[in-house]
């Protein structure tokens, strides 16, 4: 790929990924707030992480049990959930296991949390009731390139204006996303 090519996929990622909720005005990240963040998924978010440190203080947290990783967030006020899943083939499953629809859910309860996910929206569909999540943003790949231009504009350093390509619910339907400019 040249140059030119790859200015105009990172313009169709940035163009997008979508902000479909930013309540409690949690996006963009403040740089006088520590973040928690628990990767979800199977695949890597690296990129991810090390462009989210460029702006904010993040600390990762590892997964163990619900109940132990809830006692590892504790002190955190708010959390960076991100799902990563491979872009390999369309034919691999994007859907959230139980483990993770009880994970997220039970972080939601405790803390301002911030889901980020980088497969197709379709999954958020099993995690049923969003009203805990205060920000939600659908990146929609889980490539380097999404990674990091999904990291910027959490962190303010461009604007949302991505929309859903298909509905999920009845609060979010075609067309749904928040352009926000930063």
Do not use: C, W
Request: glycine content about 4%; hydrophobic content about 35%; charged content about 25%.
């Amino acid at each position: 790929n040249t140059r030119k090519d790859s200015l105009l996929i990172e313009e169709a990622y940035a163009k997008s990924i979508t902000l479909l909720k930013n309540e409690k005005d949690l996006l963009p990240l403040s740089p006088q707030i520590k973040y928690a963040h628990v990767k979800l998924g199977d695949d890597k978010s690296s990129t991810f992480e090390e462009q989210l440190k460029k702006y904010v203080e993040i600390e990762s947290i590892e997964l163990s049990s619900v109940e132990e990783t809830i006692t590892n967030l504790e002190g955190f006020e708010k959390v960076i959930i991100s799902y990563h899943r491979s872009n390999k083939s369309p034919f691999l499953s994007t859907d959230f296991s139980k483990k993770e629809i009880n994970l997220i859910h039970a972080i939601a309860e405790k803390h301002n949390v911030i889901l980020d996910v980088f497969v197709n929206p379709y999954p958020l569909i099993d995690l049923g009731n969003l009203s805990l999540i205060e920000a939600l943003i659908v990146s929609y790949q889980n490539s380097p390139i999404s990674q990091k231009i999904s990291a910027d504009l959490l962190n303010g350093n461009g604007s949302f204006i991505g929309s859903l390509p298909v509905g999920i619910s009845e609060n979010y339907p075609v067309g749904s996303g928040m352009s926000i400019p930063f």
